[in-house]
T-cell receptor
Framework: ETGVTQSPTHLIKTRGQQVTLRCSSQSGHNTVSWYQQALGQGPQFIFQYYREEENGRGNFPPRFSGLQFPNYSSELNVNALELDDSALYLC???????????FGPGTRLTVL | GQSLEQPSEVTAVEGAIVQINCTYQTSGFYGLSWYQQHDGGAPTFLSYNALDGLEETGRFSSFLSRSDSYGYLLLQELQMKDSASYFCAVLNNNDMRFGAGTRLTVKP
């Protein structure tokens, strides 16, 4: 059974640029959630995808967008990067009930 | 609005018992989860309570009182490797909201 994987591990961008982060869900999981975790804080929910449809969204602006593909892998896109977007971005997959989420190792994004 | 409150830091010694409390205010509540995160690592699932009462999994137990919007994580026989951040998280309709985390330091 393959766990949740994310790429890239680290990324450095400048203000105004765009970034795409990728996540492969655990085998058999059809739900993917994305979180932003600032240093010393808890993960903040960005959005969730279930069977290729956005299924819930947190308090993030529209420049945060996503996709889920037929194989249930997912992308997080962030446009017009701001300094405050610097954080660890985590994706988590679950089997639909959502009570246990399996997190990937995260992508550390630094915006200069 | 939605909010979760948990202590920011707790310190205990090896072999001791520690309780981390979590109070929440939310709508569409389904259940309360607990996650552990070591420095530089990803959160890992510890427990989930959908109904009132105590759930025990080895050295860790979790409790929920829906009427009080309150839960706790109980860690027994503390080990050095338990030093980590612990997050309570509320499962709503289609999302999971995390608290700010409690940093547990276990001392020899």
């Amino acid at each position: 059974e393959t766990g949740v994987t994310q790429s890239p591990t680290h990324l450095i961008k400048t203000r105004g640029q765009q970034v795409t982060l990728r996540c492969s869900s655990q085998s058999g999981h059809n739900t993917v959630s994305w979180y932003q975790q600032a240093l010393g804080q808890g993960p903040q929910f960005i959005f969730q995808y279930y069977r290729e449809e956005e299924n819930g969204r947190g308090n993030f602006p529209p420049r945060f967008s996503g996709l889920q593909f037929p194989n249930y892998s997912s992308e997080l896109n962030v446009n017009a990067l701001e300094l405050d977007d610097s954080a660890l971005y985590l994706c988590a997959s679950s089997g639909g009930t959502g009570d246990e989420q399996f997190f990937g190792p995260g992508t550390r994004l630094t915006v200069l | 609005g939605q909010s979760l409150e948990q202590p920011s830091e707790v310190t205990a010694v090896e072999g001791a018992i520690v309780q981390i409390n979590c109070t929440y205010q939310t709508s569409g509540f389904y259940g309360l989860s607990w996650y552990q995160q070591h420095d530089g690592g990803a959160p890992t699932f510890l427990s989930y309570n959908a109904l009132d009462g105590l759930e025990e999994t080895g050295r860790f137990s979790s409790f929920l009182s829906r009427s009080d919007s309150y839960g706790y994580l109980l860690l027994q026989e503390l080990q050095m490797k338990d030093s980590a951040s612990y997050f309570c998280a509320v499962l709503n309709n289609n999302d999971m909201r995390f608290g700010a985390g409690t940093r547990l330091t276990v001392k020899p």
